[in-house]
């Protein structure tokens, strides 16, 4: 039901005009933030403000990352709940840090990551990106959501679980994990494959919305196309042989790409973005080379090969009006698509808990990749869900909601005690 106490006037409405600032959720609420929990009552918005504020005042844009930025920050909040804290960088600087608290056998992670996504054009922001701002019940800056506040959220749940069950048979990891946004070669893949941190299901506050949980990621396929001319005097084009036509006109064509239909239905379909485009050195010389990157995210069902060689069907189109045309493709990076059983423990725990609290609850697939997807595939299962909404991570004026936060506390609390304890 509606919350009166909730504040619902946006800040400068005209200048929030990008894509997260269309779906701010202006509507009134579907929950009540004073849930029927005894969880809410260690939940402390004033912290959890300090938290992400201190956070998101240290700039860990990655590339480079400079996680150990934030190692600090991070060690005094899991110090404060008596957890037992390891470091580990797989490069200098890029630094996980692990709390972990209890010895039962039964264990969870929760796994939030410190490095951020460059701020974009400054001139979109309405306030500075690395400087907190508190406004209208919200935090505006780069990393409040994704995933800073993220973490703040999880600190909390840690903090109000261990209040209400100080002696639980179980461990509880929480991480603050390097790298997340390029890969997390240097963060999540690093701590499960190489340091041996392996915990039996996780909470991964980063994607989906306050009512909705995200179950399966398709998989990314990354295809970069070069095209090869010969090189010329710009004077005389008829002595070289331009690449940018060629690839711009395989281009025109990709628009028109299909993969059928043939593939999970779990999945909403796949998608395609002409990311980069590059070629050429000067106006007046004909160019030699030239590249562009394509980003697929794929279903199950549909594989690498298909779309390869549906790529290759439109460069034959092109070569058969421009014979002396010549494409290469490569692979740049991959990932498989997965699907979590819905029916685990803890996706039925998570559940349980939206219910208990009348949150209510959708699970969907999506296109993004969070490190559920390592997780999956080292055997760990996931709830992936974010006290937010995952349209406001990577557009400028990213904000979190406050009581978002603190309901995710309570909702992820929730979780544990139906985890442990059912
Ligand atoms: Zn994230």
Not at 10 to 35: D, F, T, V
Not at 208 to 226: A, F, P
Not at 274 to 292: C, E, F, H, K, Y
Request: include cysteine; aromatic fraction near 8%.
């Amino acid at each position: 039901m509606p919350n009166a106490k909730y504040n619902l006037t946006l800040p400068n409405k005209s200048k929030l005009e990008h894509p997260g600032a269309s779906l701010a959720r202006i509507a009134p609420r579907q929950y009540h933030p004073e849930m029927n929990s005894r969880f809410s009552r260690h939940v402390d918005r004033d912290e959890i403000v300090a938290i992400v504020s201190e956070l998101v005042r240290h700039d860990t844009t990655n590339p480079p990352g400079n996680e150990h930025l934030c190692k600090e920050i991070v060690t005094k909040c899991m110090r404060s709940l008596g957890m037992e804290i390891s470091y580990y960088e797989k490069e200098p600087g890029r630094t996980n840090v692990v709390g972990r608290i209890g010895s039962g056998d039964r264990s969870i992670g929760f796994v939030s990551h410190m490095d951020v996504v460059p701020p974009g054009e400054r001139d979109q922001w309405n306030t500075p990106p690395f400087e907190p701002t508190i406004a209208a019940g919200r935090i505006y800056g780069r990393g409040t959501l994704d995933d800073k506040g993220s973490f703040a959220c999880a600190y909390s749940v840690c903090k109000a679980f261990t209040a209400e069950h100080p002696d639980f048979d179980g461990t509880i990891y929480l991480i603050a994990a390097a790298d997340e946004e390029t890969g997390s070669e240097l963060g999540i893949i690093y701590l499960v494959e190489e340091c041996g941190i392996r915990f039996d299901v996780a909470i991964i506050p980063d994607g989906g919305r306050m009512d909705l949980s995200i179950y399966g990621e398709k998989g990314i396929l990354w295809v970069e196309i070069t095209s090869l001319g010969i090189q010329a005097h710009g004077s005389t084009p008829e002595l070289g042989r331009n690449a940018i036509i060629p690839l711009a006109e395989l281009i025109a064509q990709m628009k028109s790409l299909d993969l059928g239909a043939q593939y999970d239905h779990a999945f909403d379909g796949w998608t395609m973005n002409i990311g980069t485009i590059q070629g050429g050195s000067s106006a007046n010389t004909v160019p030699s080379r030239a590249r562009a990157t394509i980003d697929f995210r794929l279903p199950a069902g549909i594989t690498k090969e298909q779309v390869l060689a549906a790529i290759d069907a439109k460069a034959s189109l092109v070569r058969a009006a421009s014979p002396q045309a010549e494409f290469s493709m490569s692979v740049l990076h991959e990932t498989e698509p997965h699907l979590s059983d819905k029916n685990s423990v803890i996706i039925r725990s998570f559940d349980q808990a939206a219910r208990r609290l009348g949150l209510p609850m959708k699970y969907e697939t999506f296109g993004g990749n969070t490190v559920a997807k390592n997780l999956f595939f080292a055997g760990i299962t996931s709830v992936v869900h974010y006290p937010g909404d995952d349209k406001l991570a990577h557009v400028p004026n990213e904000f979190v909601i406050i009581d978002e936060l603190a309901v995710g506390s309570v909702l992820y609390a929730e979780t544990l005690e139906s985890y442990f304890f059912d």
